[in-house]
């Protein structure tokens, strides 16, 4: 597919297996919920977009997040390190996204933010396959991580569904594989590889919901001589399909509706994450959480991002069941005006 959006002005929808090649926004038929067209600044103010590449190891937790939000730039990065308890964390916020760049394509180009001697980067490539990010900060922290999804060969999630009553999300998924790179930081120097860090991938755009919530689980690991992989979702990308799924040893298996369980006031305490299929059997207990909170008016977030360890099952159907000891992951709450 070429692009996301067709010659009548409305979009593939479904469940894909490559991504398109342009996320083209620009040709949307958009419309009010009344039903009449809008125009060229309503299709900017209300595109969103953002990347995020996460890192997972027993000695280094990592997230990188960049969001094109029309009217600011945002982009955060920290770093956990579970032996010890300390975190490095960053926020970035650019009026109007002065100082950023993003590409439409979920498989090539560049999306960065730049604010001062501090820069986000995360890069795509189409014809290695490879998500590369590098992070440099003004006190002297950097993270070079890649992965690729053609050795071993990886089948990552793309789908795209409708959302309320005028919009759409493309979201492309992809975790459960090893990285490469290195960080350095004042936790210290961490060669990833040597590490056996893994990764997980996220690359999503469209009209999302003015006013949403959701809740995320991501895991990556090794379960016994399976490489494992978990997302899981809910509240928005439900609508005819779902995001839901997980990998073993980068085969994609798809999953139906989650229900996340927790307490919202106390969001490290444990949660419980279940799939209506029976599928997906998770314990979270949660070791330290990234959160940002704002308020703006027009824009709002409530945003919290916790890294932890999972323990359960994930039962293939006509497999052996996988046994899930301890792995570590990310759940998700967040609250979003936009």
């Not at 990010?133 to 922290?141: F, I, K, N, S």
Request: charged fraction near 20%; hydrophobic fraction near 40%; charge should be negative.
């Amino acid at each position: 597919m070429d692009q996301l959006i067709q010659a009548n002005g409305q979009p593939h929808y479904g469940i894909f297996k490559a991504a398109p090649k342009q996320i083209n926004y620009r040709d949307f038929d958009f419309r009010s919920p009344m039903g009449n067209p809008l125009g060229a600044l309503a299709k900017w103010r209300r595109f969103h977009q953002f990347q995020y590449f996460g890192l997972i190891s027993d000695q280094l937790i990592g997230g990188c997040a960049l969001a094109n939000l029309s009217l600011a730039g945002i982009g955060f990065v920290y770093l956990f390190h579970p032996a010890s308890g300390r975190m490095i964390e960053r926020q970035f916020k650019l009026p109007l996204g002065f100082g950023s760049q993003f590409s439409q394509n979920p498989d090539d180009g560049i999306c960065e933010l730049r604010q001062g001697r501090n820069l986000l980067r995360l890069e795509n490539c189409a014809v290695s396959k490879q998500k590369h990010l590098l992070v440099e900060l003004d006190d002297g922290t950097r993270i070079e991580a890649s992965f690729s999804e053609a050795e071993p060969a990886f089948q990552p999630m793309h789908l795209c569904t409708p959302t309320a009553v005028n919009g759409w999300v493309y979201a492309q998924k992809v975790a459960g594989v090893r990285c490469s790179g290195s960080v350095q930081s004042a936790l210290g120097d961490f060669d990833l590889q040597a590490i056996e860090a893994f990764a997980h991938h996220d690359w999503s755009a469209g009209y999302m919901r003015p006013e949403t919530h959701w809740n995320w689980a991501c895991l990556s690991g090794q379960a016994g001589a399976q490489r494992v992989g978990l997302n899981l979702s809910c509240g928005v990308n439900e609508t005819s399909f779902t995001e839901n799924c997980y990998w073993l040893d980068g085969e994609l298996i798809k999953v139906d509706t989650a229900r996340f369980e927790f307490d919202q006031d106390q969001p490290l305490k444990p949660w419980t994450i279940n799939s209506a299929d029976g599928q997906v059997e998770l314990h979270f207990v949660a070791h330290g959480l990234h959160e940002e909170r704002m308020n703006l008016g027009i824009m709002a977030s409530n945003f919290k991002q916790i890294f932890g360890r999972f323990t359960g099952v994930l039962r293939p159907l006509g497999r052996p069941a996988v046994q899930i000891d301890n792995l570590w992951g990310f759940v998700e709450d967040q609250y979003v005006k936009w």
